[in-house]
T-cell receptor, first 116, second 115 residues
Framework: AQTVTQSQPEMSVQEAETVTLSCTYDTSENNYYLFWYKQPPSRQMILVIRQEAYKQQNATENRFSVNFQKAAKSFSLKISDSQLGDTAMYFC?????????????FGQGTRLTINP | GAVVSQHPSWVICKSGTSVKIECRSLDFQATTMFWYRQFPKQSLMLMATSNEGSKATYEQGVEKDKFLINHASLTLSTLTVTSAHPEDSSFYICSPRTPGRNEQYFGPGTRLTVT
C-alpha cells in the first residue's frame, strides 16, 4: 500500500520569506500523481499544485513550485515570497490514477504559519 | 470551475439521534464520491467510496450500519450518521470525482457536534 509522510508537523516563517515543506512517499507504481493541498482556517480543501510522475519537469504555479525527485520518492513544496494568506495546513497526497475509485492517500499534514 | 456544496455546514445534535449530511455537485456529474472524516489537527481519513447507483465500499474500521451513504444521483450524495454519539463529533468532507476531468473536488465540509 502507498504511504505518504510529512515529517514537519509545524513550520513558521516571516512574511516574504521562502519556505519548503517536505514530503516523501512509498509506492511500487511507475506512473502516478502527487498533489499538494492547502486547508486554510475555513477548512476548505484547495488544490495548490500537482505533478504527474511521468513528467520530469517540476510543476510550478505562480509562487508555488515543487521539487519532484522520483528516484528518492520525494515531493517537496516551495512557497516563495510567502504571504499571510498562505497560513494553513498543507497536505501532500498521492494517487495511483484517476481511473475507477482510486483513492487519494494523504500525509499527516504540516501546519504553516506566516508571521507579519 | 467545479462547485461542490455541503449542507448543513454545522450541525449540533443530541446523542442517539441521526443526522443527514448532503453533498451536491452543482455543475458536474459526480460518478464517484469519497467521504472523509477529519478530527482536529489531523489529516483526512477516508471513510467510504461510492459510485452512483451502487452500494458504498467502506474502509476498514468504519461501521457501514452507522454511516449510511446514499449516492442515488449524479449530483447528490448523502451521509447519514445514525444513533450519533459524542465520539462521532468531527468534520465530514465529501469529495466527488467526475470522469474526464483528472481532478478530485472537495466540499466545504460539515462540522458535526454530538452532545
Amino acid at each position: 500500500a502507498q504511504t505518504v509522510t510529512q515529517s514537519q508537523p509545524e513550520m513558521s516563517v516571516q512574511e516574504a520569506e521562502t519556505v519548503t515543506l517536505s514530503c516523501t512517499y512509498d509506492t511500487s507504481e511507475n506512473n502516478y500523481y502527487l498533489f499538494w493541498y492547502k486547508q486554510p482556517p475555513s477548512r476548505q480543501m484547495i488544490l495548490v499544485i500537482r505533478q504527474e510522475a511521468y513528467k520530469q519537469q517540476n510543476a510550478t504555479e505562480n509562487r508555488f513550485s515543487v521539487n519532484f525527485q522520483k528516484a528518492a520518492k520525494s515531493f517537496s513544496l516551495k512557497i516563495s515570497d510567502s504571504q499571510l494568506g498562505d497560513t494553513a495546513m498543507y497536505f501532500c497526497a498521492f494517487m495511483k490514477s484517476f481511473q475507477g475509485a482510486q483513492k487519494l492517500v494523504f500525509g499527516q499534514g504540516t501546519r504553516l504559519t506566516i508571521n507579519p | 470551475g467545479a462547485v461542490v456544496s455541503q449542507h448543513p455546514s454545522w450541525v449540533i445534535c443530541k446523542s442517539g439521534t441521526s443526522v443527514k449530511i448532503e453533498c451536491r455537485s452543482l455543475d458536474f456529474q459526480a460518478t464517484t464520491m469519497f467521504w472523509y472524516r477529519q478530527f482536529p489537527k489531523q489529516s483526512l481519513m477516508l471513510m467510504a467510496t461510492s459510485n452512483e447507483g451502487s452500494k458504498a465500499t467502506y474502509e476498514q474500521g468504519v461501521e457501514k450500519d452507522k454511516f449510511l451513504i446514499n449516492h442515488a444521483s449524479l449530483t447528490l450524495s448523502t451521509l447519514t450518521v445514525t444513533s450519533a454519539h459524542p465520539e462521532d463529533s468531527s468534520f465530514y468532507i465529501c469529495s466527488p470525482r467526475t470522469p474526464g476531468r483528472n481532478e478530485q473536488y472537495f466540499g466545504p465540509g460539515t462540522r458535526l457536534t454530538v452532545t
